[in-house]
Each structure stands twice: as structure tokens, then as C-alpha cells.
């Protein structure tokens, strides 16, 4: 087979074409799920002192508004209706409830927190979680069966006798 000039050109971007379209990449995680993270985050995110750890996981915008939350909650504390009515009003409660969802996702949108597990659904280098389970499940599977074929070896119940020349248990399942 021989190149000419006017089959390059055709040739290129038949081969560009294989390589932007097999070749992609999976996306990287962008979030966390919550259901991974959620022995590390608090109940309340209010009550976290300034200092602690997961506060340095939240970013810029979700801290600001977790200080103006505890700046509000004091300034409602202040007031009589906080006394009159033994505790916040329900849109209150409605902003706190806002505010701790906030800070979960922007702990679970964390750099620091994604890259601790790149990966979520690889139990190992090539494998899922499922596709590992079933490998294990049908390796174990095989070696009890081949165990209990051993089992049988070990006790000669395998195969009659071959040392006399009749045969005395047709295994065979024929009269």
C-alpha cells in the first residue's frame, strides 16, 4: 500500500479524530458524597468553634455566612421575642437549616476532601467494588469446590479401586 500526497490530510484526521474521541478521560470528581463524609461533619455547624478543623475545609463565602448566621442568632437571643417565644422563630430555623446544608457541601466540595479518594468507585487499580466482590465470590466458590474434590482425593472416595480388574462401583451411572 502506497501514501500518496492527497491521502495525508485524510489520514490525519482520521487518526485526530480516534485520539480526541477514544482517548477521554473520566471527569474528575467535583463533590464528595455525603454519605462518605458524614462521620466527619458536625451536627451543627453553629456550634463549631473559629479554630477547629473543618472550618478550614469550607471556602471563603460559606465561612462568611456562617459568621453573619452566629452574628444574627446572638442579636435574636438579645431580644424579647427570643425570651417571649422560648427560642428562634421558624424562619430561623429555616436559615439554620440553610446554612448547615451550605457548609456540607461546601466541605464535601473541598480539594483536600475530594482527594483523599480520587476514585470512590475502584476497589482497586482496575477493578469496581461489585466487579471485586463478584471476582472474590466466584474465586471462593471454585476453590471450595476444588477443596471438596481434594477432600475426596485424600480419602480415595474419588474412584474405585483400580487394583482389581472388575470393576466393583460402576461410577458411570450404566447397569
Same mark, same amino acid.
Given at each position: 500500500?502506497?501514501? +500518496?500526497?492527497?491521502?495525508?490530510? $485524510?489520514?490525519?484526521? &482520521?487518526?485526530?479524530?480516534?485520539?480526541?474521541?477514544?482517548?477521554?478521560?473520566?471527569?474528575?470528581?467535583? +463533590?464528595? *458524597?455525603?454519605?462518605?463524609?458524614?462521620?466527619?461533619?458536625?451536627?451543627?455547624? &453553629?456550634?463549631?468553634?473559629?479554630?477547629?478543623?473543618?472550618?478550614?475545609?469550607?471556602?471563603?463565602?460559606?465561612?462568611?455566612?456562617?459568621?453573619?448566621?452566629?452574628?444574627?442568632?446572638?442579636?435574636?437571643?438579645?431580644?424579647?421575642?427570643?425570651?417571649?417565644?422560648?427560642?428562634?422563630?421558624?424562619?430561623?430555623?429555616?436559615?439554620?437549616?440553610?446554612?448547615?446544608?451550605?457548609?456540607?457541601? $461546601?466541605?464535601?466540595?473541598?480539594?483536600?476532601?475530594?482527594?483523599?479518594?480520587?476514585?470512590?468507585?475502584?476497589?482497586?487499580?482496575?477493578?469496581?467494588?461489585?466487579?471485586?466482590?463478584?471476582? $472474590?465470590?466466584?474465586?471462593?466458590?471454585?476453590?471450595?469446590?476444588?477443596?471438596?474434590?481434594?477432600?475426596?482425593?485424600?480419602?480415595?472416595?474419588? +474412584?474405585? +479401586? *483400580?487394583?482389581?480388574?472388575?470393576?466393583?462401583?460402576?461410577?458411570?451411572?450404566? *447397569?
Amino acid at each position: 500500500m502506497t501514501l +500518496s500526497i492527497r491521502s495525508v490530510p $485524510s489520514l490525519l484526521a &482520521l487518526v485526530s479524530l480516534c485520539v480526541l474521541t477514544a482517548c477521554q478521560t473520566p471527569n474528575q470528581p467535583n +463533590s464528595v *458524597p455525603l454519605a462518605q463524609v458524614r462521620t466527619q461533619l458536625p451536627p451543627d455547624w &453553629l456550634s463549631l468553634q473559629p479554630d477547629d478543623w473543618r472550618m478550614a475545609y469550607l471556602d471563603n463565602p460559606t465561612r462568611q455566612s456562617l459568621r453573619d448566621m452566629k452574628k444574627e442568632l446572638a442579636n435574636e437571643r438579645a431580644t424579647h421575642t427570643f425570651a417571649f417565644n422560648n427560642g428562634y422563630s421558624d424562619a430561623t430555623y429555616a436559615k439554620i437549616r440553610d446554612v448547615n446544608e451550605a457548609c456540607n457541601k $461546601s466541605f464535601c466540595a473541598n480539594a483536600v476532601t475530594i482527594g483523599k479518594n480520587l476514585t470512590p468507585e475502584l476497589a482497586g487499580t482496575s477493578l469496581s467494588v461489585n466487579e471485586a466482590y463478584m471476582n $472474590s465470590t466466584v474465586v471462593g466458590d471454585v476453590n471450595l469446590r476444588l477443596l471438596q474434590d481434594d477432600w475426596a482425593d485424600f480419602w480415595l472416595m474419588n +474412584s474405585p +479401586s *483400580p487394583l482389581t480388574q472388575y470393576p466393583i462401583v460402576n461410577t458411570g451411572g450404566r *447397569p
